[in-house]
């Protein structure tokens, strides 16, 4: 149980163009997600919470008119990239908590690499 | 606020052989959990084990086990028994209770398996 799927793997755009990726909680109901941005051989740098029916919570430094997040329902979060640069390409990974108690751990997609040309 | 130092970049182990990934944190909470999660190469984030701050005694977990020591605000891995399939990336995280289940990673550990 506890599966997070994260939709697409990967995504090459163009400058100037918006991507959306996807997060899904597929057997449980996660009223928070995060999104977490990685470099490579680098660390998970936490970018915002997303909060079912509320505005998410951006990290200080992250710009939430750049990356837009969407939490309409208990299963979905989304993560929209707009007007992407290729400073913006990178590895994106989204997490879930599954509500059964503090000492759960975060159960996170696959990830998403996208790159800007 | 909470940091998490993994002190080594890259660890070498043969294949059967035990290996400690070090995990040192900082903070003034008295209430907070500690995770490891491996990272393989194609991205996926797999939790491995969990140590709460009041938990006495060591989290174990299969071939996983925490090594707890509150007094010096360490939580190192122990992999026993290593196989080829444990080469990856590995972070150790903390999360404070009451900061709405944020995770804080470490700059993690990649670990090599020789056969």
């Known amino acids: 149980g506890a599966v997070v799927s994260q939709h697409p793997s990967w995504v090459i755009c163009k400058s100037g163009t918006s991507v959306k990726i996807e997060c899904r909680s597929l057997?449980?109901?996660?009223?928070?997600m995060f999104w977490y941005r990685q470099f490579p051989k680098q660390s998970l740098m936490l970018m915002a919470t997303s909060n079912e029916g509320s505005k998410a919570t951006y990290e200080q430094g992250v710009e939430k008119d750049k990356f837009l997040i969407n939490h309409a329902s208990l299963t979905l979060s989304t993560l929209t990239v707009t007007s992407a640069h290729p400073e913006d390409s990178s590895f994106y990974i989204c997490s879930a908590k599954v509500p059964t108690g503090d000492t759960s751990p975060l159960h996170f997609g696959n990830g998403t690499r996208l790159t800007v040309t | 606020a909470q940091k998490i130092t993994q002190t080594q970049p890259g660890m070498f182990v043969q294949e059967k052989e035990a290996v400690t990934l070090d995990c040192t944190y900082d903070?003034?909470?008295?209430?907070?959990?500690l995770f490891w999660y491996k990272q393989p190469s194609s991205g996926e984030m797999i939790f491995l084990i969990y140590q709460g701050s009041y938990d006495e005694q060591n989290a174990t977990e299969g071939r996983y086990s925490l090594n707890f020591q509150k007094a010096r605000k360490s939580a190192n891995l122990v992999i026993s028994a290593s196989q080829l399939g444990d080469s990856a990336m590995y972070f150790c995280a903390m999360r404070l209770r009451g900061s709405n289940y944020k995770l804080t990673f470490g700059k993690g550990t990649l670990l090599t398996v020789n056969p």
């Open positions: 903070t003034s909470d008295q209430s907070y959990g």
């Open positions: 057997d449980f109901q996660a009223t928070t």
